[in-house]
């Protein structure tokens, strides 16, 4: 969707966004989103750690049970 938007396109949306909601209105949107953003990756990074411990905790059990 934006990739066939450039930045100037994208500059001329926020600048419209600004006019009809106000300037401070878009700010908090934006910082909502970024904060949003940075949670998800928060909450990604640490799956992909529980799901690390979890197959070395089996593979741990694995070997152990082979022994």
């Known amino acids: 969707m934006f990739g066939s938007l450039g930045w100037q396109e994208l500059l001329i949306v926020l ?6 909601l106000g300037a ?7 910082g909502a989103l970024g904060r949003g953003i940075r949670e998800f990756r928060k909450e990604a990074r640490s799956d992909e750690k529980d799901e690390q411990v979890a ?8 070997a152990k049970k082979d022994s």
């Not at 401070?24 to 934006?30: E, T």
């Not at 070395?56 to 694995?62: L, Q, T, Y």
């Open 55 to 62: 197959q070395s905790s089996d593979e741990a059990a694995k």
């Open 24 to 30: 401070s209105r878009v700010a908090d949107l934006g």
């Open 15 to 20: 600048v419209i966004l600004a006019l009809v």
